[in-house]
């Protein structure tokens, strides 16, 4: 398995020929906030990891498209992700218009996922829920055969909907307590947003606060599944199970 080393451009790594599983989020540290933990958990256990950023932070209140794109490189390279790249979709104003669904599309045929990670559809920042929509249906597009894009036919296996900022009971959580510190320090690398600057002050929490809050919430889902530390998700398929021995997580 290839794991992006943070000195050297991901755009000169050789890709392998399919993923296991590719995040999708709207602006560089969506991953970090609410999923960065899971894929760290894929990672440890083998599987290849990627994340696909849809903008590149240029409307953001805090930070540059550059600095951004800096801290997501050292950001993937603790989350230990073999690929990430961002499109140039425009932040703040994300649409779902069929050139977007396109070149979102684009991506999945060559990276070839068996599981996409999208963020919830309901939220307060439109382009995060705006990706939901979005991501979901250039998955189905990506699967066409008469599409006119590069690349064979691909539609990833399983879609799955990172809620740990949804007011919603989540079908399932993953483990992260191996992993907590990581995935900390990933959402940190991104000292333009997460280090204390007076602009937007009233909008981001003190850096203070960050790692009280991040553990606090990851404990909260823990709790739900009786171990320490996790990250919620939402999978709108009914799952299936064969041996009833098996199922996890305690009733009563």
Known sequence: M?????SLPSSLIPLPSSFDVLAIAAHRDD????????????QSLGWTTAILDLTQGESGTRGT???RQAEAEAAAALLRVSHREALDLPDGSLQNTLPARLKVAAVLR????????????QGRHPDHYTTA???????????????????EPHRPFKILYA???????????VDITPHIETRLQSLLAYRSQYGDHPDGAGLFVPESEIR????ATARHFGLLAGVRYAEPFIQKEVALASDLMHLPV???
């Open 133 to 151: 929509t979005l991501g979901y249906e250039a998955c189905f597009a990506a699967g066409l055969k008469r599409l006119e894009i590069e690349g």
């Open 212 to 215: 009280e809050r991040t553990f």
């Open 110 to 121: 060559r990276l070839r996922p068996r599981v996409v990670i999208l963020p919830y559809w």
């Open 163 to 173: 809620s740990l900022y949804a007011d919603v009971r989540p079908t399932f959580v």
């Open 31 to 42: 991953v970090e906030q609410t999923c960065g933990g899971t894929l760290l958990v894929q």
């Open 65 to 67: 498209a550059a600095e």
């Open 250 to 252: 305690a009733s009563i």
């Open 2 to 6: 290839q794991t992006l080393p943070s």
